[in-house]
């Protein structure tokens, strides 16, 4: 043969150059023809020992034993000269017999460089990309069993060493550490002992031996020689500058490195002319330096991962072809900076693309849409002619195609072509035409749509691969299973056979799975060739035909040899989210990554597509709504603030078709329930709720509180009739199902919140959807469904996911039965074919990556199994494919999940998967609902404890839902509760409840908590039954006889008095409506730990100067009553339901102005009418005469004109200075309840009888002048002469007759005094009655008053002498009545007399009598009370001598007529008194009002708004104690049987400090340790007898507190003195005297349970991030179900066990959270604390924020800065300087004082946050929060809040958030809502700003957690 020359130095070379020259494009690596100005070129010489020199390097060639092995094709017809260069750097290694290291850059060019080597010297390789995967049984041997036994099969590096081919290793940064050393001895002495127990010998070593033995003897002795011409050649990255695993340095040293940079730029260039010879030269060479800019040292410090120079081939390939097209768009698909790069890269890469003038101008144009698509005739199968639309031109390109028919793609049923998605189709043909291609866009955009579209056009059939993330490299390529005969065979993975076949294969979720995994596909997607494990080869397919002409073998020959073809029209299409930038952890988008694909960014649609497609796939919708609903989608995403793009991530284009399609059925839902379901809103952090009510009232979608009574007001009920389900108004038939034990049945009792639940449930399933329900535990979840299921009557699989769960467990379980491996369907495959409900329970707690794969089987309906079955979603890909499942139409999938966030912290399933699911929140269930489902469980429970159940934990649920404790406390616990109470009644309920609150018992904030609010409710939790405090009882004196009360008989005529009487229309001005507000009524039980007459309290929110003047209460049943209470600076009524939750409030100021220039003090009495006028108020006021009548159901408003003259009302401005008597119009108002009223004046002579039904006024002139008037019955009336203050009878008759004066008769009374025996009479001056009852006692209790049996009408009353008088017969019988009188030791006085100076208080009056006298006759429980103030009480005989009365606002003084005794019960003082104090004085004489309340009831009302409610009857006193007790629950002192008693034995000695451990372990027990916990004797937390707690850091072990009173008291003396000298000896060693402690406390204490409750979220946080990993390849651990078969074959590494995961090589560190506490210590704050405390709420909030990142410093820096008049930066707590100590605190503390004191005034608000949010970013850190405390009168100092919002949100990356400290009116509302969304607070209340803080911290903390 002769020697022929090949010259491989350009020009036009050989026939073989010609075949090379086809290739040149899919070759990215090849050089252009750059040889031809060098030196060096490639001689092959073809002889019997044929050569190839390069330049002065000569190879001699063998021939190849398998020529099959050698790579085809990698040769082009002209090198580049670098490579050339580097091809004969690896000749010389290669003949000195050295291994070789290619380093450099990502890209295919070292393989490349690698594989023309081989080609080029014909040698066979053995190629093999290590992965985080790949063990040592990968590159030894792996065993595989044939015919029942196992042997050993060489892997890789056995079979390259020993038939002498070369091992290319690719990838070592990926592999896992001490995996490649099992190499190191191979490497060094071509050595290695086997598994199998041969050993690997070195040809030298092994020829020497051969000279002494036969080869039968090495043969025995097991040594195999490895061949001379054996030579490693390893492909890695640099790992600084990427990430990866270093090299090893023994691994190291055995290799020779030559950096593979990318080619030289003159190189590239060429080789960039050559393929795009369409294009301008400059513009190739801009493209190109562009891109090495990129690539440069100066880009990398700028953290610019590198350009992809290997992907510019392809690049200029797209721009030949369009050559119009714009090469900025070109290298967005190389490079989509705008996805992974921050802000400044993004900058930084436009600034380059001006550089180079690569910027869009307006003459470049982007493809517009697809216009045809037909596939090319001729002998080119599998192609396509594409003719896409480029501005006004078609340009035509062919582009591979599918195997099967394309589709006519103008009408599409299911998909809609808005004007982007048809560009982007477009752009998608272009890439396809070149490379493999990458979609990336957010959850739910359309990416799979887009794709299958695009699929279809090019007659495409999909293969869907869902990633997760621990998927293996074997799960992407090839799985073990065995062939029924028990042998291991390896199955090709779906992506394989695609490959094989010529799919489009879909990796959906690419950023999910690990990049060392994703390693073993980069030779697939650059040169399209794959080694699979069992040793199966797939070639490019012109390879392929490459090696079946060189060595004419045919087909099934090749695959005997197991070499297949890789199908030329087989393409990739990755899907994936966009990478989130900053984030040190989701950054998947790197620079090798960026090698593999094009890019492409799935937008969202904009605002008129999505319309469009919504219209197009809903037809019916209603538009007005889908306007709505897209503005709020649109405004969240289009805002840079992390909370709304958050929420805009739930409202995908998905999730609007889902409310749409339900729209569409039922119109009219409301849409802002829509969107609130969507986006959970009832889970969010309050932070994003508010965020998303505030954009949804932008969009004007609101809710108002009639739609949710409409909706509760619904009738949920469900009934099944003629197999029909009807649940609320939505229908469905019933299923009939063959498996009825799969039916769940359970007990579930109906009440409307769940049927609301079932009845949503049921129209989305009817909708075909999938459902996900999301709650706190105990809300009913499983109860719901399985009730819904049970009435669907639908089977059910169910499935608990756990930690634990992994992919395989989701669908099939492996297990090994006589050898083989046989799969069990897990409940999913099994729903899946049988057409089950698959309910999923505990959702969240499995790792999402492994939820992920049901995001395949709910969108596209596919799933493959690992048995190699698939299912599939219809029949039509069914056709004649075995394996397949066919998803049965009814299989449904129900999911329930925990709410994301602490303190659940499972996996956020909902964020994850939450869009392909229709979301339900279920929640407690309402009051009213959970009322009525207890009584079911609870039938004998008193309904008064149920309703105080519900109460107390509706409380408790908000107050978890505002973050103040942590536990959700759930219906689950209250009906575990009643159930306990119905089958153990005798046990108290406070017993009771402390099994479920005794969890929290040890820590003491949560149980205040808690106990505050189940005693707000009456629950005595913690009370004993002998806490009653009832108040002592002191003796009446006796009654005594006073004489008798005669009328005198009309029988002298000038004594019989008539009185005429007219009658008058009224007239009625108005109505005007007035606003009636709403308020909370915080009640709170009084009775909770210990028993008094007080039974509730509420405040009323009065502001400080308000006066209470009037009381009244309904007379109605005991639980309807309403209270009404008017004040009177400024005029006002508040009314409210006495059990009710909400009190009204209605303003009369603009009624009652305060008058200028006059001392007007108004004076408002109400009278509640009755049926049918009932809610109807009629309010008097006394100085005026003014008589309005309320309707307070809607707050109309009229005036009532009794008299004429009451128009002509005297002259107001002589008031203050004309000299008479101002005398007072009174109302009596005893039986408004029969709606008829009496006014009079004082010392006037008229009566007028308001009738308000009949609109009429009787008036009744009288000969005498008035001082007051009694109605004692309903026709006979009391009335007192003015002056001489003698009593009157007046008589009617009951009804006025409408028509006719009628005349009244007016009888004088005389009191004749009793004879007292010796001629004496006591003449007593005549008094005024005070309260005289209108009803008479009942004669037993007349009886019991007396002391004697008697019957008869009676009154009973009471004045200043006398505590009571009973008048028997009065006023019935006109007989002389007898008196009865207990008299007074003395008079009750007026203290206060009338103020001295006339003009300032008003006319003078002539006594200083209050107004109100404040006594009440309760009939029923014969009392009378009354309220004294605290000088008229015998305090010291009420309080023993060394007690000091509590400061009261007057006392109780109860007169029980029954028990002859006297009480006096203190009302506690207001928190707040009017400063008006003289005003006060003529209301009453105590700082309180009283009212009776019912029968037996009494209501006082205090002048700081405060209301109580009293019982004092004794009778229902007794009946209460009796209920309470029960309550509490009685040791009825019976020993309970078992007695076995033994002491612990270990008596107590004295206490002692104890040792301190060196090593500061946790003890717990025993008596030696100082800081333990638990111990006897020794200071530490929670002993028995231990001196002090000493916290040494650990958990708290609590000895009970009976076991601590069980302690003698000299220890405990001996214990609190060392204590104290513990704690001085503390604050000595910090230098802080007692005093600075206490005042440390101060601030410290009040923010205690703030700070517990975060440093409790941060240490679950830290374990949350600690949690452990699946470890795999352990040779202990738990068996790995996907290595069962290794298991079969004898390997042992095939366990996985639990461990912590060292981070990913190369991964950044994690950094800490950076924070900055912004506060204003301006002098502002310092003048306003003594209003409301602002200074000392911010020194708390910043001692707050001291104390809980204590100890955290590694995973929060913060800093604290001030802001005041005389700086914006001034410097408090530096992050390097945080104080240690509470002492270092304090000093903190005092120099915000003393800065806030001395400062400068002024405002720096703006200055001060701008200045922190550019400072803070600067630094390194995961996350920047800046929060701002400031009390900034914006306004004032003339900042526009627009100004403010813009500085809060100037740096995206820093979430600042402001809190206000504002009493400024309405001001700080008007600011909230110009600042953003739930970055702004106003702390209306200081005592708020910790709250708040904890706020913030909890949902930005967890969100990022």
Request: charged fraction near 25%; charge should be neutral.
């Amino acid at each position: 043969m002769p020697s022929r020359v090949l010259c491989l130095g350009g020009g036009a070379g050989g026939p073989a150059a010609r075949r090379v020259r086809l290739l040149l494009r899919q070759v990215v690596g090849g050089g252009a023809a750059a040889a031809r100005y060098g030196r060096s070129e490639v001689r092959a010489l073809h002889s019997s020992g044929d050569t190839v020199t390069i330049g002065d390097v000569s190879f001699k060639l063998k021939t190849p034993k398998n020529p099959e092995l050698v790579p085809q094709n990698y040769m082009t017809e002209s090198l580049a000269q670098s490579v050339v260069h580097h091809l004969r750097w690896i000749m010389q290694k290669d003949l000195l017999g050295q291994d070789v290291f290619l380093i450099g850059p990502p890209g295919p060019l070292r393989r490349s460089i690698a594989m023309q080597y081989l080609e080029l010297t014909k040698r066979e390789v053995e190629y093999i990309a290590l992965s985080r995967d790949t063990t040592e049984t990968d590159l030894k041997q792996r065993r595989e069993i044939r015919d029942g036994s196992a042997f050993y099969l060489d892997q890789c590096a056995v079979r390259a060493a020993t038939e002498g081919r070369i091992l290319v290793l690719e990838g070592l940064e990926k592999a896992e550490r001490n995996v490649l050393p099992v190499l190191n001895n191979l490497l060094e002495n071509r050595e290695m002992q086997l598994e199998d127990g041969r050993f690997l010998m070195s040809a030298d070593r092994y020829d020497k031996l051969l000279q002494e033995h036969t080869k039968s003897e090495l043969d025995a002795w097991k040594i195999v020689r490895v061949s001379e011409d054996f030579r490693v050649i390893a492909l890695g990255l640099p790992v600084p500058k990427y990430s990866g695993n270093p090299l090893d340095p023994p691994l190291r040293s055995r290799f020779q490195a030559r950096d593979v940079y990318h080619l030289p730029f003159k190189d590239h260039l060429q080789l960039l002319y050559s393929i795009g010879s369409n294009i301008s030269t400059e513009r190739i060479s801009q493209l190109l330096s562009f891109a090495t800019t990129l690539c440069s040292q100066e880009s990398s410090t700028l953290g610019l991962p590198d350009f992809p120079l290997d992907s510019l081939s392809a690049a200029v390939q797209i721009l030949d072809s369009f050559p119009m097209m714009s090469v900025q768009h070109v290298i967005d698909r190389l490079y989509p900076y705008h996805l992974f790069l921050g802000k400044e890269g993004r900058t930084a890469v436009k600034d380059m693309l001006k550089r180079f003038e690569l910027q869009d101008s307006e003459k470049h144009l982007f493809p517009r849409k697809i216009t045809r698509v037909e596939s090319v005739h001729g002998n080119k199968p599998f192609k396509a002619d594409v003719t896409v639309q480029i501005g006004e031109k078609e340009v035509t390109f062919q582009v591979p195609a599918g195997t099967g028919m394309f589709k006519n793609h103008s009408r599409s049923d299911t998909f809609i072509r808005t004007s982007s998605h048809n560009q982007l189709l477009a752009e998608m043909m272009q890439s396809h035409m070149v490379k493999d291609m990458c979609l990336i866009g957010g959850k739910g955009c359309g990416k799979t749509v887009i794709a299958k579209e695009f699929a279809d056009i090019l007659g495409y059939s999909i293969e869907p691969i869902m990633l997760y993330q621990d998927m293996t490299a074997r799960d992407l390529l090839q799985q073990r299973y065995t062939l029924p005969n028990g042998d291991t065979a390896w199955r090709p993975s779906p992506l394989v056979t695609a490959a094989l076949e010529g799919k489009l294969v879909l990796l959906d979720g690419i950023h999910r799975i690990n990049p060392g995994t994703l390693a073993v596909l980069q030779r697939l997607i650059h040169d399209r060739e794959l080694t699979l494990y069992d040793g199966t080869r797939l070639l490019r397919e012109d390879r392929y035909q490459n090696v079946k002409e060189e060595l004419q073998l045919s087909d099934e020959k090749l695959q005997e040899r197991s070499i297949f073809p890789i199908h030329p029209s087989f393409r990739i299409v990755v899907l994936a989210e966009p990478p989130v930038i900053g984030s040190t952890t989701q950054q998947w988008l790197g620079p090798e990554f960026l090698t593999l694909f094009l890019f492409h960014n799935v937008r969202s649609l904009s605002k008129s597509e999505e319309i469009e497609v919504i219209k197009q796939m809903i037809p019916n919708v209603p538009s007005a709504a889908v306007e709505k609903l897209l503005s709020v989608t649109h405004k969240l995403r289009e805002t840079n603030d992390a909370t709304a793009q958050s929420l805009a991530s739930f409202l995908s284009t998905r999730q609007l078709l889902r409310i749409c399609r339900r729209l569409s059925q039922h119109p009219d839902e409301s849409l802002y329930d829509a969107v609130n379901k969507a986006c959970l809103s009832r889970f969010l952090p309050n932070l994003a709720k508010s965020a998303l009510h505030k954009n949804l009232q932008d969009s004007g979608i609101e809710t108002s509180p009639d739609d949710t009574e409409k909706l509760e007001g619904k009738d949920y009920t469900c009934e099944i009739s003629n197999g029909i389900l009807k649940i609320g108004s939505v229908t469905m038939p019933i299923y009939n199902s063959a498996e009825k034990m799969k039916v769940p049945d359970v007990l579930f009792y109906e009440n409307a919140q769940h049927m609301m639940v079932m009845e949503d449930m049921l129209k989305d399933f009817l909708l075909g959807e999938h459902l996900l329900l999301v709650g706190n535990q105990g809300v009913g979840k499983n109860k719901v469904v399985d009730r819904f299921l049970h009435l669907l009557n639908r089977p059910r699989e169910y499935l608990q996911l756990h930690r634990d769960t992994t992919v395989q467990s989701l669908t099939l379980q492996p297990s090994v039965k006589d050898g083989l491996i046989i799969y069990e369907d897990s409940p999913l495959v099994k729903a899946v074919r049988f057409g089950h409900i698959l309910v999923i329970d505990e959702a969240d707690k499995a790792p999402t990556n492994v939820t992920c794969i049901l995001k395949t089987l709910v969108e596209s309906g596919e799933m493959v199994l690992s048995d190699g079955r698939r299912i599939v979603a219809n029949h039509a890909h069914v056709e004649g494919r075995e394996n397949v499942i066919v998803i049965h139409p009814d299989f449904r999938m129900i999911v329930l999940a925990n709410r994301p966030g602490f303190p659940f912290l499972g996996n956020d399933f909902f964020g994850t998967l939450g869009d392909i699911f229709s979301c339900h929140a279920v929640d407690n269930p309402k009051p009213q609902s959970e009322l009525a489902m207890l009584k079911q469980y609870g039938p004998d429970v008193p309904e008064a404890i149920l309703q105080k159940l519900v109460a107390a934990f509706g409380e408790l649920r908000s107050l978890a839902d505002q973050g103040t404790i942590n536990y959700p406390y759930s219906t689950r616990e209250v009906v575990n509760i009643v159930k306990h109470l119905q089958k153990f009644p005798s046990e108290g309920l406070a017993n009771v409840v402390r099994n479920v609150f005794d969890f929290d018992s040890y820590n003491n904030e949560v149980r205040e908590i808690l106990y505050k609010t189940l005693h707000k409710y009456g629950i005595p939790i913690g009370a004993k039954p002998t806490n009653v405090q009832l108040a002592k009882e002191l003796p009446l004196p006796d009654h005594k006889f006073m004489g008798y009360w005669k009328v005198d008989q009309p029988g002298n005529a000038q004594k019989k008095m008539l009185c005429p009487s007219e009658t008058q229309k009224i007239e009625v001005k108005g109505p005007v409506y007035l606003n009636i507000q709403g308020f909370p009524l915080e009640r709170h039980e009084a009775r909770s730990i210990s028993f008094t007459e007080e039974l509730a309290f509420w405040t009323l929110p009065l502001d400080e100067i308000n006066l209470v003047c009037d009381v009244t209460v309904t007379k109605e049943e005991e639980h309807k009553n309403i209270l009404y209470v008017t004040t009177c600076n400024p005029v006002s009524l508040y009314f409210m339901n006495i059990s009710g939750k909400t009190g009204y409030f209605v303003d009369l100021y603009d009624l009652f102005p305060r008058t200028v220039g006059s001392v007007w003090q108004p004076f408002v009495t109400a009278a509640p009418l009755g049926n049918p006028l009932k809610g109807q108020v009629v309010l008097h006021e006394e100085e005026s005469n003014v008589v309005l009548l309320l309707d307070t159901s809607n707050g109309a408003l009229r005036r009532l004109l009794l008299s004429p003259d009451a128009q002509n009302s005297p002259k107001r401005t002589s008031w203050w200075n004309n000299k008479e008597v101002k005398s007072n119009y009174k109302m009596c108002r005893e039986f408004s309840h029969k709606n008829w009223l009496v006014f009079y004046k004082e010392t006037g002579n008229h009566l007028i009888v308001l009738d308000v039904l009949e609109g009429q006024t009787h008036t009744i002139s009288l000969p005498i002048s008035l001082k007051s008037v009694f109605l004692v019955a309903e026709d006979r009336w009391l009335l007192v002469e003015n002056e001489t203050n003698k009593k009157f009878l007046l008589t009617k008759h009951a009804h006025m007759e409408a028509q006719g004066s009628e005349v009244c008769q007016l009888h004088a009374l005389s009191e004749e005094p009793a004879d007292m025996g010796f001629g004496l009479t006591t003449v007593s001056e005549l008094c005024v009655p005070h309260a005289v009852s209108t009803d008479q006692l009942s004669s037993e209790n007349l009886s019991a008053a007396v002391g004697q049996k008697i019957s008869s009408p009676n009154r009973i009353f009471s004045d200043e002498h006398n505590y009571a008088t009973v008048v028997i017969g009065f006023p019935d019988l006109l007989s002389p009545s007898e008196v009865y009188s207990w008299k007074r030791n003395s008079s009750l006085s007026h203290k206060r007399a009338s103020p001295s100076d006339p003009l300032y208080y008003g006319a003078q009056r002539k006594t200083g009598t209050a107004k109100q006298t404040n006594c009440v006759t309760l009939l029923a429980s014969n009392q009378i009370v009354r309220i004294l103030a605290p000088g008229d009480v015998p305090l010291k005989d009420i309080y023993p001598k060394d007690v000091t009365p509590p400061p009261a606002a007057g006392y109780l003084e109860v007169t029980d007529l029954n028990s002859k005794k006297i009480k006096y019960i203190p009302i506690p003082g207001s928190k707040s008194l009017s400063p008006y104090t003289s005003w006060l004085s003529t209301i009453s004489d105590a700082d309180a009002l009283l009212a009776p309340l019912g029968k037996v009831g009494l209501v006082t009302v205090d002048m700081g708004g405060g209301v109580r409610l009293w019982e004092t009857g004794l009778d229902s006193l007794q009946q209460s104690l009796q209920d309470w007790r029960n309550m509490i629950g009685q040791e009825d002192g019976r020993p309970v049987q078992i007695t076995i008693q033994r002491e612990s034995g270990l008596d107590v000695s004295s206490p002692k400090h104890g040792k301190v451990d060196p090593a500061n372990m946790p003890h717990v027990g025993g008596n030696m340790w100082a800081g333990g916990t638990g111990g006897r004797d020794t200071a530490g937390l929670g002993g028995k007898g231990g001196p002090y707690r000493l916290d040494a850091g650990h958990r708290v072990y609590q000895v009970s507190q009976a076991e601590k009173d069980a302690v003698p008291e000299e220890v405990k003396r001996a214990a609190r003195e060392m204590a104290e000298k513990a704690f001085k000896q503390r604050l000595k060693e910090i230098q802080m005297s007692e005093y600075d402690a206490s005042t440390y406390e101060r601030f410290s204490g009040a923010v205690r349970r703030q700070v517990q409750s975060l440093r409790i979220i941060l240490d679950n946080l830290q374990a949350k991030g600690k949690e452990r990993q699946w470890l795999r390849h352990q040779a202990v651990g738990e068996l790995d179900d996907a290595k069962i078969i290794d298991g079969l074959t004898g390997e042992k590494a095939i366990y996985k066990r639990r461990g912590e995961l060292e981070p990913q090589p190369g991964s950044p560190q994690q950094k800490p959270k950076r924070l900055r506490l912004v506060v204003d210590v301006s002098g502002s704050m310092y003048r306003f604390n003594g209003v409301d405390g602002r200074l000392e709420r911010s020194m708390e909030a910043v001692c707050m924020v001291m104390e809980a990142f204590e100890n955290y410093e590694h995973k929060f820096k913060y800093d604290i800065v001030g802001h005041s008049g005389d700086g914006f930066n001034i410097a408090l707590v530096g992050s390097d300087k945080v104080p240690k100590n509470n002492k270092q605190r304090l000093e903190i503390l005092k120099t915000m004082h003393a800065h806030a004191q001395f400062c400068m005034s002024g405002d720096h608000t703006l200055e001060g946050t701008e200045h922190a949010i550019r400072e803070i970013a600067k630094e390194e850190a995961d996350e920047y929060f800046v929060i701002i405390l400031s009390d900034a009168n914006l306004e004032r100092y003339g900042i526009p809040p627009a100004r403010f919002a813009q500085v809060l949100t100037t740096n995206t990356q820093v979430n600042a958030f402001a809190i206000f400290i504002g009493s400024l009116g309405d001001q700080a509302d008007r600011l909230q809502r110009t600042l953003p969304a739930g970055r702004s607070f106003i702390a209306m209340d200081t005592k708020e700003i910790p709250q708040i803080l904890q706020q913030i911290f909890t949902s930005t903390l967890l969100s990022s957690a």
